[in-house]
């Protein structure tokens, strides 16, 4: 399972309210990246990071914000959440061998 | 722009044939293909990845090619259980010896595998 652990697993929350999504790894990786998915769509790239305090945006990254500081921790924050951001959030690391692994995902609700 | 298209939003098999689901790309810049396997309420699971100096790549059941000419990937299933049975997603990054892990990822092919 490559170490991932992403929480929360699942929340519901209001429209303009904070959230911070959680990614967790065991294995000292350096690159790690957040996903959403969507019906209809592959997964996107919101951001990612190649390192402590280095992160940098993807395709979807309007929004969101991320923090990185420590190598085992990267955070997915929505500043005020969004019904359009409703969607389920993926965390990925990145191995030496250059082979992505997920994580279970984080099934997010903004109502 | 779709720069990953699996055209296909569907294949349907039976237990033991095989399973060819497609891929077309139109960056030529992508350089690494990585397939994927996703269950309901799961992550994507890594299956298999080709480069683009390679036109094949195997790994027990799951072979994938690499057409860059065409701008087309395939991934074979030989034989097909019905575990196989999920969402497959293709996906493409440009690599290029620093992160791999910026991934455009298809649209998804669901397989559903019959006994």
């Known amino acids: 399972d490559a170490g991932i652990t992403q929480s929360p697993r699942h929340k519901v929350t209001e429209t303009g309210t904070p959230v911070t999504l959680r990614c967790h790894q065991t294995?000292?990786?350096?690159?790690m990246y957040w996903y959403r998915q969507d019906p209809g769509h592959g997964l996107r790239l919101i951001h990612y990071s190649y390192g402590v305090k280095d992160t940098d945006k993807g395709e979807v990254s309007d929004g969101y914000s991320v923090s990185r500081s420590k190598t085992e921790d990267f955070l997915l924050t929505l500043e005020s959440a969004t019904s359009s951001q409703t969607s389920v959030y993926f965390c990925?690391?990145?191995?030496?061998?250059?082979?992505?692994?997920f994580g279970e995902g984080s099934w997010l609700t903004v109502v | 722009d779709q720069q990953v298209k699996q055209n296909s939003p569907s294949l349907s098999v039976q237990e033991g044939r095989i399973s060819i689901l497609n891929c077309d790309y139109t960056?030529?810049?992508?350089?690494?293909f990585l397939w994927y396997k996703k269950y309901p309420a799961e992550g994507p699971t890594f299956l298999i990845s080709?480069?683009?100096?390679?036109d094949k790549n195997e790994d027990g059941r799951f072979t994938v090619f690499l057409n860059k000419s065409a701008k087309h990937l395939s991934l074979h299933i030989v034989p097909s259980q019905p575990g196989d049975s999920a969402v497959y997603f293709c996906?493409?990054?440009?690599?290029?010896?620093?992160?791999?892990?910026?991934?455009?990822f298809g649209q998804g092919t669901i397989l559903t595998v019959h006994p």
């Open positions: 080709i480069s683009s100096i390679k």
């Open positions: 294995e000292n990786h350096r690159y």
């Open positions: 960056n030529s810049m992508f350089d690494y």
């Open positions: 990925a690391i990145e191995t030496a061998g250059n082979t992505i692994y």
């Open positions: 996906a493409a990054t440009l690599g290029g010896g620093t992160s791999y892990g910026k991934l455009t």
